[in-house]
């Protein structure tokens, strides 16, 4: 398969939201990592090192009200694939992803929409 996000760089996407969300109220969990090389069923790591050959990373965010929550999983080929509770609906999304960059514009629109606040590390910066 092709390697067209660098999930490196997408992770550090993530992180740079981190101290935005929490500010904001909401609990973003670790990131995880699935290695590519692992037998199947292949377990989720958390920890980056463990991981030799990244195909996708996970993260779970979940709101201030305890109620809206979304998981968002991003592969390498270039795809998410996004699940939201919210106002007690399930949203079910799978966009293509080409870089990091696209993919930190859609975080911070998905935590907007989702979960109620721009949760930008560029609002921090403002």
């Known amino acids: ?15 740079a939201r981190l101290s935005a969300w929490s500010a904001a109220g909401l609990a973003p969990c670790p990131i995880t990592w699935r290695d590519g090389l692992a037998p199947w069923p292949q377990p989720l790591e958390t920890d980056r090192t463990r991981v030799s050959d990244p195909d996708s ?10 109620w809206a929550e979304l998981h968002l999983v991003l ?7 996004l699940d939201a509770l ?7 999304e799978g966009p ?7 993919f930190g514009r859609f975080l911070d ?14 609002d921090e910066a403002r």
Request: glycine residues 10%; charged residues 25%.
């Open 57 to 66: 990373i996970g993260l779970r965010i979940q709101g201030s009200d305890g």
């Open 109 to 122: 629109s998905t935590v907007m929409r989702f979960l109620g606040t721009a949760g930008s590390h560029r």
């Open 75 to 81: 592969y390498r080929e270039g795809w998410a694939d």
């Open 1 to 15: 398969m092709d390697h067209v996000v660098d999930l490196d760089s997408a992770a550090a996407e993530i992180t």
């Open 96 to 102: 293509s992803i080409s870089n990091p960059e696209e």
């Open 86 to 92: 919210a106002d007690d609906e399930v949203l079910t």
